[in-house]
């Protein structure tokens, strides 16, 4: 196949799994319109339903599969071939691909049934938005790309996004349950989304699993692989560049989730906040400082300027 | 002697009130919570650096930053916004942060200590208060049934302790297990590790120094300072621990697309080297790319940057060389478009100067757009430049940049009728100038290197440190610490197993486990592979 062909694969591969995904998410949301006017309690939900909940998943599953295909394209219409996250199009598209694969992996072992709709419905807007606003043809990578520290750093920032958007659902959806449960503790909802969601202590703990999974991942991405490269690009490995500022804050708002975990007072509902609060400084990140900051040496936004091109500077006579 | 008495209790108390009130402060300041407002207080401290220019990022910014806003600039350098990461207020707070780390992780390693030493914890009474506990009944004798619990909780791992109740008479006991003392191993490695990255981060910002020097093709280096452009040393930084090798760029490499859609963009490029690491030492070579530094002892190498140096000559009115050689233009864009200045201060009867752009590839658009380089390759060089003739405000003394021309008392040259001079040469073509002022000629085009040149002593540490943080987290947020209790009785001829377990993490399932620990009892109860056992079975 040729290059040409490689990235119409590409993108027809990306649309594809654009209507599966909303073929998915349909699925989940006639499952929960149809739980909506079954009473909790009913431990039997029925046929139908149960049938809805694996055909949302398995079309989940197709669109992965589809959205793998897109992310190869990507790779394989490069020249040379490369890893398919070079640009801010490719990133989003990794990360929601991440947040899909993760979400299905860790499926069964946290029963997630009840994130299916939130998870599916926000990759399928994230992939929207990347296919709106930020695409762009394949084009070769600047020069200071070209290292193999953009497969493990970029990876594992990916994977630690992915955990991280995972376990911020799960703790908005604390917040939401745990906002219901002090306004009419008495008389629970016995039927509905929420009451269906599981117990504050389930989620809190879902949550946490998710983030001490997230958190190592994004410390070896960000502070051990990130220096390292940052070390042979450009001469020093903690620059203080915008985007590396960001990573750090977004690493210290979670370490403070991680302690807030386990300080009196502040468990429970002021921890999911900080973790809200982590999750915004990373999208934040990974999308508003390539617009913001333009001195960003990670500018990979739109045309950015090669690293080579040297910034004028004044030297002294 | 009352009195002194009352003087001697007042300040006792006064004293105490001071210990006291050291102690408050200690204790209020490595609590958890203090901790915990600080790395909120940290993360927030971060956020100004990256929306206004640092000094130490980009001082080119920093200083367009400061004319556009004349007011808001004296304020901001005050609170020491333009280098935030070096200011008090930032330093302040990371060092709390230290401070309350070190005071919690001391006593808790003593705690650890103690603990890693101590049996588990004899069994509460009643276990089937804890939040997590299961009940079944089995066929053994209670003994029997204790036994079996200890031999399955040392499979997995746990700490086990027995013990009976002293006042039962049935055989009533129990067995206490505990396991993931790590666990806290880990996370006192991890807050440890910290301190040493913050150790060798503060090596590297004391003792290392990073410059950037530009160096046309062709020419050399030497490792010291005067022939550095820009020089950032450390604070504790001294000149001799500069390594004295020297370097010649004997080439450079460049490999422009000119087609597909990066077309116009340049890759592959390559500087070769030949360097020394001392003088006399054996001459070697090195091919510096980008993402591969040349490291010479501890001293490493970087391509960051490229561009064109015209070699132009300038003879002035008395048909003397003024001025003749390479010089390093400034590129303004992707296409290479690039300024410079040429200075010519010994012409004679005026000093001269040219001042102007280098288009690689000249295109030229009439609809106001004039020239421009339509690509960064040289296929079509030309420069054009306007001359300046009089005082260049070099002779007062006060440093300049070689890449702006003062022009405050000099002059612009014109043509005889008074309009618009300008030079536009190709390279090997010369131009004369008006009034008999010289002649300028373009001799060809020459290449220049950026190259940075930084020494980091304490990266080693820094990345070990961080290494050894990321281990310890990992042990500190996968090990499972927990405790587990059983309790044994006999009710109307049955033994009454109770399981109870206590999560010692954050994020335990305990349910989960003691249902496998559970299910590991009844199987081996069932099967009966145990000879003690057998022996006390009815």
């Not at chain 1, 006017?37 to 009913?42: A, Q, S």
């Given at each position: 196949m040729t290059d040409a062909q490689w990235e119409a694969l590409s993108n027809q591969a990306v649309a594809v799994a654009g209507v599966v995904y909303f073929l998915a998410l349909l699925a989940h949301l006639v499952e929960w319109e149809a739980l909506r006017?079954?009473?909790?309690?009913?431990s039997s939900s029925p046929r139908k339903v149960a049938l809805l909940e694996r055909l949302g998943v398995m079309l989940t599953a197709l669109a992965c599969g589809i959205h793998f295909v897109a992310l190869l394209g990507r790779g394989m219409a490069a020249d040379p071939n490369r890893v398919p996250w070079g640009n801010m199009y490719e990133f989003t598209l990794a990360g929601s691909f991440f947040v899909t694969l993760l979400y299905l992996v860790l499926y069964r072992r946290f029963s997630l049934s009840w994130m299916a709709p939130i998870v599916v419905g926000f990759v399928l807007s994230t992939m929207m938005l990347a296919v709106v606003w930020l695409y762009s043809p394949v084009a070769p990578l600047t020069e200071?790309?070209?290292?193999?520290w953009l497969v493990i750093h970029v990876v594992s920032a990916v994977i630690a996004t992915g955990a991280f958007t995972l376990g911020g659902i799960a703790s908005a959806l604390y917040l939401l349950k745990d906002r219901r449960e002090r306004r009419k503790p008495e008389d629970q909802p016995h039927t509905g989304y929420l009451a269906r969601v599981p117990s504050t202590t389930t989620l809190d703990r879902v949550s946490y699993r998710l983030h001490a999974f997230g958190f190592p991942v994004w410390t070896f991405a960000v502070l051990i692989t990130g220096p390292i490269w940052a070390h042979e690009a450009w001469s020093s490995y903690w620059n203080w560049d915008p985007k590396e500022v960001w990573a750090f804050i977004t690493w210290v708002v979670y370490a403070a989730y991680l302690h807030a975990r386990t300080t009196a007072g502040w468990r429970g509902r002021n921890a999911a906040i900080i973790a809200l609060i982590g999750l915004a400084t990373l999208w934040f990140n990974f999308i508003g400082i390539n617009f913001f900051a333009d001195s960003s040496q990670h500018s990979y936004a739109g045309d950015a300027p090669d690293v080579i091109t040297t910034e004028p500077y004044s030297a002294r006579a | 002697m009352t009195q002194s008495e009352g003087a001697r209790s007042r300040g006792r108390a006064s004293e105490l009130g001071v210990v006291e009130l050291l102690r408050w402060t200690w204790r209020q300041l490595t609590s958890m919570r203090t901790a915990l407002v600080l790395l909120l207080l940290l993360a927030l401290a971060a956020v100004p650096g990256s929306v206004i220019p640092q000094e130490d990022v980009d001082s080119l910014a920093t200083s367009r930053w400061q004319d556009a806003h004349p007011t808001l600039t004296p304020v901001y350098e005050r609170l020491g916004l333009f280098s935030v990461y070096d200011s008090p207020w930032f330093a302040a707070i990371y060092l709390l942060l230290m401070i309350s780390l070190v005071g919690c992780i001391i006593p808790r390693t003593g705690v650890y200590w103690r603990a890693l030493r101590a049996r588990p914890p004899r069994a509460p009474r009643n276990l089937t208060r804890l939040p997590d506990h299961t009940t079944y009944e089995s066929d053994l004798e209670p003994q029997a049934a204790l036994e079996l619990a200890g031999r399955v909780l040392k499979e997995r791992r746990y700490r086990v302790e027995a013990g009976a109740d002293?006042?039962?008479?049935?055989g009533a006991g129990w067995v206490a297990a505990e396991r993931g003392y790590l666990r806290e191993a880990g996370n006192l490695l991890f807050h440890l590790s910290i301190l040493v990255v913050l150790v060798g981060f503060a090596m590297g910002s004391l003792f290392g120094y990073k410059g950037g020097v530009i160096v046309v093709v062709g020419n050399g280096f030497s490792n010291?300072?005067?022939?550095?452009d820009e020089f950032v040393p450390g604070s504790l930084f001294r000149e001799e621990w500069m390594e004295p090798f020297a370097f010649d760029i004997t080439g450079f490499d460049i490999e422009w697309l000119t087609s597909g859609r990066a077309a116009g963009q340049a890759r592959k490029f390559v500087s070769h080297l030949t360097f020394t690491e001392y003088p006399g030492a054996k001459e070697q070579e090195y091919d510096l790319r980008v993402n591969h530094p040349l490291s010479i002892g501890g001293t490493d190498i970087f391509l960051i940057g490229h561009g064109y140096a015209p070699v132009i000559t300038i003879r002035d009115g008395n048909g003397d060389v003024a001025y003749s050689g390479p010089t390093v233009f400034l590129p303004t864009d992707a296409t290479f478009r690039s300024f410079g200045v040429v200075k010519a201060p010994d012409a004679q009867p005026e000093q001269l100067a040219l001042e102007g752009e280098l288009y690689p590839t000249f295109g030229f658009e009439?609809?106001?757009?004039g020239p421009y380089s339509a690509f960064g390759d040289a296929l079509d060089p030309v420069i054009s430049m306007t001359v300046w003739t009089g005082d260049l405000g070099l002779d007062d003394g006060v440093s300049q940049s070689v890449?702006?021309?003062?022009?405050?008392?000099a002059e612009q040259v014109t043509k005889e009728d008074g309009s618009m001079f300008r030079l536009d040469l190709r390279p090997g073509e010369e131009a004369e100038l008006p009034d008999g002022l010289g002649t300028v000629s373009f001799d060809g085009l020459e290449r220049w290197n950026k190259i940075q040149i930084s020494r980091t002593p304490g990266m080693l540490v820094a990345l070990t440190g961080v290494c050894l943080a990321l281990l310890g987290l990992i042990g500190s947020l996968y090990i499972r610490p927990r405790r587990v209790w059983v309790r044994t009785r006999r009710t109307a001829g049955r033994t009454i197993v109770e399981v109870g377990g206590l999560d010692r993490s954050s994020g335990g399932d305990v349910a989960a486990e003691l249902d496998e620990i559970v299910r590991s009892m009844n199987e081996h109860e069932r099967d009966g592979d145990d000879e003690g056992a057998e022996v006390s079975r009815q």
């Open positions: 006017r079954i009473p909790v309690e009913e200071a790309l070209y290292s193999p | 002293a006042q039962s008479s049935d010291n300072l005067t022939q550095y009439a609809d106001g757009i890449y702006v021309l003062d022009t405050s008392a």
